[in-house]
Structures are given as C-alpha cells and as structure tokens.
T-cell receptor, first 117, second 110 residues
Framework: IAGITQAPTSQILAAGRRMTLRCTQD?????MYWYRQDLGLGLRLIHY???????GKGEVPDGYSVSRANTDDFPLTLASAVPSQTSVYFC????????????????FGSGTRLTVV | KNQVEQSPQSLIILEGKNCTLQ??????????LRWYKQDTGRGPVSLTI?????NTKSNGRYTATLDADTKQSSLHITASQLSDSASYIC?????????FGAGTRLTVKP
C-alpha cells in the first residue's frame, strides 16, 4: 500500500540520548516534512525538504536535524534529547514542493510517539 | 496567538445527530483552506479543500463552508456515525506558509 512508513511507533528515551526517527515514502514525492503535534497546539513544522539533497528549517527546528540523501527517506535526528521534545512526530510528503496550492495535498504517516524522561 | 483558531476544543454528540465545527483564521494572504480528519493514533487525512472562490464543498456526510470575507470556515457533519469520532483539523495556507489549527476532538456516542 502506497504511503509513508514511520518507525518506531513509540519510544521512551532518556534525556541526553541521541535518537533518529525514520520516515520512508514510496510515492516518489519530491517534498517531505517533519511536524510535531503537542496537546492544544496545531502541528508545527520542524524541517522540510523540497527535493532530494536539500533541506530547510521550519517553525521549530532547534534541537533537530534532518538529511535527505534520496527521494524516499527523510530521517529526523535528535542529537541530545530533552524533555520538551516529548511529542508526537509526523512525517508527511507532497508531490511537489511548496504544496500549499489547492492542487496538491499532503500524505501523513501514522506518527511516532516520543517520550523523553 | 495561533493564526488558526478552532472551536469547540471538544464535542460529544449522540450517533445520528448533526454537528458543526468552527475555524477562524488570520492567515494572510489566503490561498486555500483544508479540513483534515485525524483518527486516534493515526496521521491526518484530507477531507476537503477550498480556494478563495469556493464557499462550500461536500465530501459525503461532510460539508465545509468558507467565508473569505470574515475569515471563517465551518465543517458540518450530517447523521453522525461512531466512526466519525476523531480530531478535525483546519489548515489554512497562504502563498508561502501553512498553519494548522489545534483541532476539535469529536466523540460520537451510541
């Protein structure tokens, strides 16, 4: 089934540890995104990639890094996790970059629930 | 202050009843507005999308309206079903940005 796969589904992580959240899509979408979802807040963009080989910072990039070595994979790394990074993380993709026009939509993964203790 | 405000935060209705969810936004300039449904433990899935020139869009029992002058949108759910229990998220796009509302949590009870 075409879509986005995120792993792990959930994780409890000790503060100070390094963690990589994985995201893979099989739709050959050019653009990919990482969001975090916190209670009472809308999804906030962490980092994005308009095409393989390029990345950019979103609204809340501090403490996170990404890479886009190929079209399909877009991992998110927390170099040294802190409790404020406890959240649900969603990876998304869109056929073209800047898919804010009415012609293109986002496909979301099922999320990774991360708890930093 | 969030540029996309949704109300109510949560809502409980009985199966078969109708309900309306609200979205007010300040995002400018406006490009389009989407409503997403997010089931528990899942990612958001698009329900409808409307541009400036559209003031109503239906998808089965879901009908979205848009008033670009007052910057308000609503999502009306008709004859609710238990499977409608989910969070409903309003997303407003400008020319170079996309803002998510915090969502309305709907619970449909038998």
């Amino acid at each position: 089934i075409a879509g986005i796969t995120q792993a792990p589904t959930s994780q409890i992580l000790a503060a100070g540890r390094r963690m990589t959240l994985r995201c893979t899509q099989d739709m050959r979408h050019n653009a990919m995104y990482w969001y975090r979802q916190d209670l009472g807040l809308g999804l906030r963009l962490i980092h994005y990639s308009n095409t393989a080989g390029t990345t950019g910072k979103g609204e809340v990039p501090d403490g996170y890094s990404v890479s886009r070595a190929n079209t399909d994979d877009f991992p998110l790394t927390l170099a040294s996790a802190v409790p404020s990074q406890t959240s649900v993380y969603f990876c998304a993709s869109s056929e073209v970059a800047g898919a804010i026009s009415a012609n293109y939509g986002y496909t979301f993964g099922s999320g990774t629930r991360l708890t930093v203790v | 202050k969030n540029q996309v405000e949704q109300s109510p935060q949560s809502l409980i209705i009985l199966e078969g009843k109708n309900c309306t969810l609200q979205c007010n936004y300040t995002v400018s300039p406006f490009s389009n507005l989407r409503w997403y449904k997010q089931d528990t433990g899942r990612g958001p899935v698009s329900l409808t999308i409307m541009t400036f020139s559209e003031n109503t869009k239906s998808n089965g029992r879901y009908t979205a309206t848009l008033d670009a002058d007052t910057k308000q949108s609503s999502l009306h759910i008709t004859a609710s079903q238990l499977s409608d229990s989910a969070s409903y998220i309003c997303v407003v796009s400008s020319s170079n940005d996309m803002r998510f509302g915090a969502g309305t949590r709907l619970t449909v009870k038998p």
